[in-house]
């Protein structure tokens, strides 16, 4: 009697998986702008923070009855308290302000800062050494926000105001990655996500409500509901999914330089969908930026 063999699913569909990751995280760029239009962003930031985390959390349960993955400790809810104020509600209301007051190319590039300002944290941290190589990346991509700012005027709608609120969802981001670590030794990426969402979105809940007393909601178009159901569904939960997945065959190197298309998609289909302005001080400040993170991501 011949034994099932159990195979790892083949490069291809894992790499494909991943591009479709990046696309529907790109994508957010865009139709998050068709939510905040109507809706105020802290009432969209905390539905959709509190429904991907109820949709994630039968994903981490099966996962943990599976795995016998280990419960959180009495002292892990203080600070995932903390990670779900920076990593959720502070970080979603700044993206989701300044994806309303920014052009979508200049969005996509402030974003890609995230993995510079884990580095920053996590050598103040002494978690990293900065090396020269590092420390050149860094000073390239600042180069390239510079770039950003002087050439504002040729942007579009971009403004200095939305510009450092996506700055803002970037660094907070970050602060979530680095106070995460020591969470993420015992407890699963997707438990962290899922508890994460959910408690970051209660956070926001009473100020969402003060939000919304005066919000129409029958007022509120199908296309804005839309939004708000994509972005639930799809970068805050199938992309997660989808993230942790593959992580479990293929090394997390190779996933997060998947992670460098998501910019450049952000910004070709901010051009192409939006008629953002395609300029040469945005190909030189987006160049710049990507090819900083690149550097200092691998001194």
Not at 32 to 50: D, G, L, Q, T
Not at 85 to 100: D, K, R
Request: aromatic content about 10%.
């Amino acid at each position: 009697m011949t034994e099932g063999v159990s195979s790892s699913p083949s490069a291809r569909r894992i790499y494909s998986l991943l591009c479709l990751m990046v696309t529907l995280w790109a994508l957010n760029f865009i139709i998050a702008r068709y939510a905040v239009r109507e809706i105020p962003p802290v009432v969209v930031a905390s539905m959709r923070a509190v429904l991907a985390g109820l949709i994630l959390l039968p994903f981490w349960w099966l996962r943990a009855r599976a795995t016998g993955e280990a419960a959180f400790a009495r002292g892990d809810w203080l600070r995932l308290t903390v990670l779900s104020a920076t990593g959720v509600s502070l970080n979603q209301l700044c993206f989701l302000v300044g994806i309303g007051s920014t052009s979508t190319s200049h969005a996509a590039v402030l974003i890609g800062l995230t993995p510079l300002f884990v580095l920053a944290l996590a050598a103040m941290a002494g978690l990293e050494t900065l090396t020269a190589r590092k420390m050149l990346g860094m000073l390239i991509a600042m180069a390239g926000v510079a770039v950003l700012q002087f050439a504002r005027g040729s942007s579009g709608n971009a403004t200095l105001a939305g510009d450092l609120m996506i700055a803002g969802a970037a660094l907070t981001f970050a602060v979530y990655t680095i106070l995460g670590k020591k969470l993420t030794a015992r407890i699963s990426g997707l438990a962290l996500t899922a508890f994460s969402y959910l408690i970051g979105g209660m956070l926001l809940l009473p100020l969402a409500l003060w939000q919304a007393r005066n919000l129409d909601f029958s007022q509120i178009s199908g296309t804005a509901w839309t939004a708000m159901a994509y972005m639930t569904l799809f970068p805050s939960a199938l992309c997660y999914v989808i993230f942790y997945y593959a992580l479990k065959h293929v090394p997390a190197s190779r996933v997060s330089n998947v992670g460098y298309l998501q910019p450049v998609l952000a910004m070709g289909l901010g051009i192409w969908l939006l008629g953002d302005s395609l300029t040469s001080e945005l190909l030189a400040g987006g160049s710049l930026v990507l090819t900083g993170v690149v550097l200092s991501e691998r001194g």
